[in-house]
């Protein structure tokens, strides 16, 4: 046995090798550059401790913040027609929908889900930004459409969190029709006298923007997220003006009448239970009072309504 080669050997190699840190410890701010370890930025549900700069999250994390106890079931997508057009660019369509089926686990861009938010049943419809930017195609309208039929069955309210770029270019036509179809179930929604939820995260575009997204009985947004249907630059240069600081922003549509309210993440899902709660709740939360029980008192002092005193009281006319 030699010893030098079994033992000092290792014990050197030990002492001088590289230790190797994983990459994604830490994590730096878009906005304002600061490193963040992954566990106090996950502690924070991925917004910038510094800055308070909101990062965008998966589906999943979304669906988790949201319901109570981070318990939801979920629901499949309906068998759609994958790559009807043949598509082709760079790439061909089917390769691309492997490789995001690949990166993410999920079938498309939107995860159905349905639980409780504060005791409430609630159907979710979540959009996940990384399977393709979020873009909405045919198998988007049909999770659409059946959370809807699921909102309805269940008489719970409907909440769709958007993340998209809009259309998915590589199905022409049939995603375009996906603007009307998603209209019309928000439609079967409202017909149902349920209420219909938007939550705006970053970013809300195109299509997207242009059809269910802007149609919520409430919309809420998370701070900074970009609302809007054509990009900055493509208005600039169509317009030929500087946009205003803020343009299409979620502050910017709330001053303007836009959304109704912007919340930070952290206080996203006790504010959204809270609307539910006074659209779902019927029954008031104080004691009904007769008015026929209310003893009104009128003051002597001041004339009763219709009475109109002679200005010259009891005086004996001459």
């Given at each position: 046995?030699?010893?030098?080669?079994?033992?000092?050997?290792?014990?050197?190699?030990?002492?001088?090798?590289?230790t190797e840190v994983?990459?994604?410890?830490?994590?730096?701010?878009?906005?304002?550059?600061?490193?963040?370890?992954?566990?106090?930025?996950?502690?924070?549900?991925?917004?910038?401790?510094?800055?308070?700069?909101?990062?965008?999250?998966?589906?999943?994390?979304?669906?988790?913040?949201?319901?109570?106890?981070?318990?939801?079931?979920?629901?499949?997508?309906?068998?759609?027609?994958?790559?009807?057009?043949?598509?082709?660019?760079?790439?061909?369509?089917?390769?691309?929908?492997?490789?995001?089926?690949?990166?993410?686990?999920?079938?498309?861009?939107?995860?159905?889900?349905?639980?409780?938010?504060?005791?409430?049943?609630?159907?979710?419809?979540?959009?996940?930004?990384?399977?393709?930017?979020?873009?909405?195609?045919?198998?988007?309208?049909?999770?659409?459409?059946?959370?809807?039929?699921?909102?309805?069955?269940?008489?719970?309210?409907?909440?769709?969190?958007?993340?998209?770029?809009?259309?998915?270019?590589?199905?022409?036509?049939?995603?375009?029709?996906?603007?009307?179809?998603?209209?019309?179930?928000?439609?079967?929604?409202?017909?149902?006298?349920?209420?219909?939820?938007v939550l705006l995260t970053d970013?809300?575009?195109?299509?997207?923007?242009?059809?269910?997204?802007?149609?919520?009985?409430?919309?809420?947004?998370?701070?900074?997220?970009?609302?809007?249907?054509?990009?900055?630059?493509?208005?600039?240069?169509?317009?030929?003006?500087?946009?205003?600081?803020?343009?299409?922003?979620?502050?910017?549509?709330?001053?303007?009448?836009?959304?109704?309210?912007?919340?930070?993440?952290?206080?996203?899902?006790?504010?959204?239970?809270?609307?539910?709660?006074?659209?779902?709740?019927?029954?008031?939360?104080?004691?009904?009072?007769?008015?026929?029980?209310?003893?009104?008192?009128?003051?002597?002092?001041?004339?009763?309504?219709?009475?109109?005193?002679?200005?010259?009281?009891?005086?004996?006319?001459?």
């Amino acid at each position: 046995m030699n010893w030098i080669s079994n033992y000092v050997r290792p014990k050197i190699r030990a002492l001088v090798k590289k230790t190797e840190v994983p990459d994604n410890l830490w994590e730096k701010c878009p906005d304002c550059g600061q490193m963040i370890f992954h566990r106090e930025l996950e502690s924070c549900l991925r917004v910038c401790p510094h800055c308070a700069y909101h990062m965008r999250i998966g589906a999943e994390a979304r669906l988790a913040m949201l319901f109570d106890d981070g318990k939801y079931s979920r629901a499949e997508l309906p068998a759609i027609a994958h790559d009807p057009l043949k598509f082709r660019d760079r790439k061909r369509y089917s390769e691309r929908l492997r490789e995001a089926l690949s990166k993410t686990g999920e079938q498309d861009a939107i995860v159905i889900a349905h639980g409780d938010m504060g005791g409430y049943p609630t159907v979710v419809a979540a959009f996940n930004f990384s399977f393709m930017g979020g873009s909405m195609g045919v198998a988007v309208g049909e999770g659409l459409l059946t959370a809807a039929r699921l909102a309805v069955e269940q008489a719970a309210p409907l909440i769709v969190v958007p993340s998209s770029g809009g259309a998915r270019m590589q199905e022409g036509i049939l995603s375009l029709m996906q603007m009307p179809r998603s209209v019309i179930a928000v439609e079967m929604v409202k017909e149902a006298g349920l209420p219909y939820i938007v939550l705006l995260t970053d970013p809300t575009t195109g299509g997207v923007s242009a059809s269910f997204a802007m149609l919520g009985d409430i919309a809420v947004a998370e701070p900074g997220a970009v609302i809007g249907f054509a990009g900055a630059r493509v208005i600039e240069e169509t317009i030929r003006e500087t946009l205003p600081d803020g343009f299409q922003r979620a502050e910017y549509l709330l001053e303007h009448g836009m959304v109704d309210m912007v919340v930070e993440r952290r206080e996203l899902r006790e504010t959204l239970i809270r609307v539910l709660s006074l659209l779902r709740d019927k029954t008031p939360t104080a004691e009904v009072v007769s008015l026929n029980a209310v003893d009104i008192e009128i003051p002597h002092d001041k004339p009763t309504s219709g009475h109109h005193p002679d200005p010259g009281g009891d005086a004996e006319t001459e």
